[in-house]
């Protein structure tokens, strides 16, 4: 079973920033749709932000609009989730996906119901 492989994430105050990576498939790149999903025990795994590979073109919750940005690596097939001026509620456990299928196009991504490879999941903890 394809898992994307990702890195990062860690301990911060508020107000500080981290970074996470993800590895994409290979096959798939650049024709697929990347996400970051978040989750916090108890609560219902939410989608942060989606790109689409091929175009680059991104998206974000309102709750991390102006704070997080994607970047990729096409000569890597790795994509970077920047994470500036954190809050404490950023404090989750951050997970990476992807999807691809024929015909994909950059509005796809944002069916965060779609996205079915995931990473292991990785912390990211902000302190107050």
């Known amino acids: 079973q394809v898992q994307l492989l990702e890195s990062g994430g860690g301990s911060v105050q508020a107000g500080g920033s981290l970074r996470l990576s993800c590895v994409a498939p290979?096959?798939?790149?650049?024709?697929?749709?990347m996400g970051w999903f978040r989750q916090v025990p108890g609560k219902l795994r939410e989608g942060v932000a989606t790109?689409?590979?091929?175009?680059?073109?991104?998206m974000f919750t309102d709750s991390v609009k102006g704070r997080f940005s994607i970047s990729q690596d096409n000569g890597k097939n790795t994509v970077y989730l920047q994470m500036d001026s954190l809050e404490p509620e950023d404090t989750a456990k951050y997970y990476c996906?992807?999807?691809?299928?024929?015909?994909?196009?950059?509005?796809?991504?944002?069916?965060?119901?779609?996205?079915?490879?995931w990473g292991q999941g990785i912390q990211v903890t902000v302190s107050a």
């Open positions: 290979k096959y798939a790149y650049p024709s697929l749709c």
């Open positions: 996906a992807a999807f691809w299928t024929p015909g994909l196009t950059a509005p796809m991504c944002a069916n965060w119901k779609a996205y079915n490879t």
């Open positions: 790109v689409y590979i091929a175009s680059g073109s991104t």
